[in-house]
């Protein structure tokens, strides 16, 4: 039986493109996924970053759900230390009426953002901290078991919208363990401590109510293109749109003498690092990538982020990823 593939979203926005025609691609995308039998598409926050329109994640899992039927849409993630577990339960719980049974909400302890950021926020630095007893606070939420005497989500008291704990490090693997979560993994762009982290999270995994046995999710890069040197073309592309993005100016132009500059230097590396589990190429090739990165990963499911730059390039790369997984629509 193939392993269940899903999708991370970003919500891109290319360079020319503006947020409502990133919005409508997004649109675009999972209504695919939903064609070609993938699982979830999960949208994560973002903060201040002119490339991503996926801030406000809740209003976009709204606005997709309404043009789709019933593949799962979610939060990969949340940063919940950006804000009270009250407001999340009321914005899930709302997305759970609205969508029965399609619902996801992962959480993350990472601020999504700079200094700057968090204070437009108004995040209070110390939050993360809190993060265990928030999950906590907000799983009784959910489940109509409040930890707040006297307050309830409405709606959302009772929906049991299920929590997933998103992560990179050891930290995640072990909270997520010791709540009988699931555990999604961010090796997509952090592959440092993957294996390590799946390994303490099932071996220290206890079953909740939520879950009786350990489930992971692996997070993986995709570019697949009908020729394998387009895909190459279209992860270098890739390469040098996120070394500008990471490590250049804000606001200035690049030549292309200027990125190959910097993809030269140690933040060229440091993109590549990040893209180390990257499965590119015709779809034979993206197949077996993908087959032996599940393995490596000890994943029960992989999360893929397409990274091809344009929609249509995108679009066809999903298309191409689910045939050649075999996947199958429900």
Do not use: C
């Not at 930890?147 to 997520?176: E, H, K, N, Q, W």
């Not at 099932?202 to 909740?208: A, V």
């Not at 804000?250 to 990040?274: I, N, W």
């Not at 992989?302 to 730059?309: E, G």
């Amino acid at each position: 039986m193939p392993i269940p593939l899903s999708i991370l979203d970003l919500a891109p926005i290319a360079k020319g493109e503006t947020a409502s025609s990133s919005i409508a691609a997004s649109v675009a995308l999972a209504q695919r996924a939903e064609e070609t039998g993938f699982r979830r598409v999960w949208y994560a926050e973002h903060h201040n970053m002119p490339s991503i329109a996926s801030s406000a994640t809740s209003v976009l899992i709204a606005h997709v759900g309404a043009q789709t039927s019933s593949i799962r849409l979610g939060a990969g993630g949340v940063m919940l230390p950006n804000h009270s577990p009250l407001t999340i339960a009321e914005q899930f719980g709302t997305l759970e009426a609205m969508y029965p049974g399609r619902i996801d909400l992962g959480l993350g302890r990472a601020p999504g953002s700079d200094q700057n950021t968090m204070y437009a926020l108004r995040r209070d630095p110390n939050s993360a901290d809190r993060f265990p007893q928030d999950v906590l606070e907000l799983q009784g939420y959910l489940t109509g078991h409040t930890r707040v005497p006297g307050v309830d989500a409405v709606p959302g008291a009772g929906s049991d919208v299920p929590l997933y704990i998103l992560g990179s490090s050891m930290f995640g693997a072990t909270l997520a363990a010791a709540l009988g979560l699931p555990y999604a993994f961010a090796s997509h762009f952090a592959p440092q401590l993957l294996e390590p982290a799946v390994a303490a999270y099932r071996g220290e995994f206890r079953p909740s109510e939520q879950l009786a046995e350990p489930y992971v999710i692996a997070g993986v890069n995709v570019v697949a293109a009908d020729d394998g040197d387009d895909a190459r073309a279209q992860l270098d592309a890739m390469r040098r749109i996120r070394a500008v993005g990471l490590f250049g100016q804000k606001g200035r132009q690049y030549t292309d003498e200027e990125t190959d500059l910097l993809l030269q230097s140690p933040a060229g590396r440091h993109v590549d690092s990040m893209l180390t589990h990257t499965a590119v190429g015709t779809p034979g090739e993206v197949r077996d990538r993908l087959e032996a990165f599940a393995k490596t990963a000890d994943a029960d499911e992989l999360i893929v982020a397409f990274q091809s730059p344009t929609p249509e390039q995108r679009l066809r790369s999903v298309t191409l990823t689910a045939k050649a997984m075999e996947l199958t629509a429900a």
